[in-house]
């Protein structure tokens, strides 16, 4: 079987499975999680075999210790991906939702009800996690899944995923509402982006390369989770101590995380708080990059460049302005941001209005840090990503983004006129 | 400048654009609707003169008499456009409406509100109305509008576009609000579709294969209007005569419409059913094409093949079959539909439930006319075209589906713990 019919039949069987998980309810699908749950703990010495022989070939590729890191599979973590599913089926129940109703003066009575999306294509690198976690948020909305991961940790997925199907078969679930592509060939990525006939939606979790490249090539709708390149603005006015804490808290909670800021804007009256905020993030071991204002008016500032504005460090590495205006601030986010999530710290409610009225992203905060942009921290539970898509689902994705809806209408015996 | 750089630059405006029109309001947004419609019915003239070249070039083409009457822009229809933005003026602000709102435990208020979606390319084929009618609906929404018509239509598109474009200035908005490219080379589609840095949404309105082409090359998200092929099933037990009425109504009231039914499924225990409703329509000039049990029960009717049953005739014809349960009524309609409206007569209020779990499609009716899918018949007012997508908006494409969300959260100088 070559890549091509590998792709297609999968796709093709994912597809049948999405049918019978469309009548199933909220109970059996549980069943199924909980059957999932079952397995993963039941199998935990078989998962850690794959797993090690994972990790035996990236030690002889040569992968770094921290790709290492991310491939390598504990009791720990196992036992992780068994709570995240309990977790998700502890979920409300996201289809049958009736989202309007209405009778027009015709009799028609017409509801908007949620439904599953069908078959969601998961293209992902190295954390063998988001197997499981991926398909059990897509088994929750009622969606078959194609998984397609990394060659790094292949061994590991492809147990997770006979492992997944076992659980559904046990439950009377098709097998294939859990398909894994085995093989690791570039070209399975591009046939699976491109099968519109069966793949209902691509998610692409990775690197920048990967999700333009998906972008750029698919026929299947993407949604997207792209670089999270997040900005914060200082105003005029400010609780200093408290805006002090919150920018540390939004650089070096998770400095790798996609809600990290990396763009700091401080208003040109408030040199106070930039003197404050530098000095608290180079204790905290921050590398402070600043124009010439900053590099004025602070010490240890390296000079920051056009393009460190435009970089998302991911890292303890920080890039600071000083702007005259709100107004110059929105400009300069609107600039360099990703539409991800940016922040304003500010006393002035008119200031924070502007702010959020002007700027084009996701998530916007007025006194919070951009770390709040999580499916967890909005009460979601799990997410799959967190989208930089405009259409269908921005910010954080959890199992309701994974649904769409039909119009169900009903009359008596009704012809349009 | 040549084609590439005519729509880059005019995406860029519209981009900038589409900025001033995210702050406006609802009533900014209608007195630009209300200067079009001032516009439009001013220069009534001056838009006929521009028509009339477009339909010189058209005679002189060979364009059939069917293409020069879609072209043609008489004083009714140039009313009919006027009488079109006043409605769309008058539809409820789609903008700033708080979708979700929620406290979470630490004190962080999220709200969940509507904004536009953008920049909307709108890429259609001859019909100089589109012009207006999609200029109108994106505005209302707040969004600016990158036009691109076909080439039969050009010299009347550039001159609609212009009073629009006037309109705008005329209330303090760019002119860039409604964009049109005027080279009608076919690599403008394709340099629009791939403009994703700038345009947000793609609207393709016309034949199948301007739709496949741009779903196949578009980066920019698309909102497919693919093929109506709308199929009724009857079940054993319906009103009869009643059931004969929707079925004449679904095929004959207007034929060339995508929510006009293609195949007919009829109980094998309802043969009576069968047979009036193939007289009926044979009655009303429908070519009715049958398998060989409809060929049995009915007189004059020519064979049906395979490809009949999936073909979108948009005419006087439809293709018939008998089916021997409701689970093979519902395979076949799976098999073939295209996922637009299909309906289900039946006096069984649990075979209703069931075809409406089990089909997938946009809209589904219970004793009611596939001919209702469509905005004005859900109560939404003009629609801008009925999605076959999964993703954002199924149905009827209203006001309202050209918006998306952003999230606005404010605390009291909260960090994540």
């Known amino acids: 079987m070559n890549i091509e019919q590998e792709v297609r039949i999968k796709a093709i069987r994912a597809k049948c499975a999405a049918g019978a998980l469309r009548t199933t309810s909220d109970e059996q699908r549980n069943d199924a999680l909980m059957a999932m749950v079952r397995e993963i703990r039941g199998s935990a010495e078989a998962i850690k075999e794959a797993n090690a022989a994972d990790m035996r070939a990236g030690e002889e590729a040569g992968l770094s210790a921290a790709l290492l890191d991310r491939l390598l599979l504990t009791d720990e973590r196992i036992e992780d991906m068994a709570v995240g599913l309990e977790q998700v089926a502890d979920f409300a129940d996201p289809l049958g939702i009736v989202l309007s109703e209405t009778t027009r003066p015709n009799g028609l009575l017409i509801r908007k009800v949620t439904v599953p999306l069908g078959v969601i294509g998961i293209v992902y690198e190295s954390r063998p996690n988001v197997t499981v976690d991926a398909a059990g948020l897509c088994i929750k909305a009622g969606n078959a899944v194609l998984l397609r991961g990394g060659k790094e940790a292949i061994r590991s997925n492809i147990a997770l995923a006979g492992l997944l199907s076992d659980a559904c078969e046990q439950v009377d679930l098709p097998r294939s509402c859990v398909e894994i592509i085995e093989s690791t060939d570039r070209e399975g990525v591009q046939e699976m982006i491109r099968a519109d006939e069966y793949v209902d939606l691509i998610v692409p979790r990775g690197g920048q390369g990967l999700i333009r490249a998906v972008v750029e090539n698919a026929s299947v709708p993407v949604l997207k989770h792209d670089r999270g390149l997040c900005n914060i603005y200082v105003d005029a006015t400010c609780d200093l101590q408290r805006t002090v804490a919150c920018v540390n808290n939004a650089k070096t909670q998770r400095p790798g995380t996609c809600n990290a800021v990396e763009n700091l804007w401080v208003h040109v009256d408030n040199l106070a708080a930039l003197k404050a905020i530098v000095a608290d993030l180079q204790a905290a071991g921050v590398e402070v990059r600043g124009t010439e204002p900053v590099q004025e008016a602070c010490a240890n500032v390296a000079p920051a460049t056009e393009q460190d504005f435009d970089t998302e460090y991911l890292d303890l590495i920080i890039s600071v302005d000083v702007v005259n205006s709100l107004q110059q601030a929105i400009a300069q986010i609107q600039k360099f941001s990703s539409a991800h999530s940016e922040a304003i710290f500010t006393d002035s409610a008119e200031n924070a209005a502007r702010f959020f009225a002007e700027i084009d992203s996701a998530c916007l905060y007025h006194n919070a840090s951009t770390r709040f942009t999580d499916g ?31 119009w169900l209408s009903a009359g008596d015996y009704l012809s349009r006129e």
């Open 376 to 406: 967890g921290q909005f009460g979601m539970g799990a997410e799959i990503g967190i989208s930089t898509n405009r259409l269908h689902a921005r910010g954080p994705v959890g199992v309701p983004e994974l649904t769409t809806y039909k």
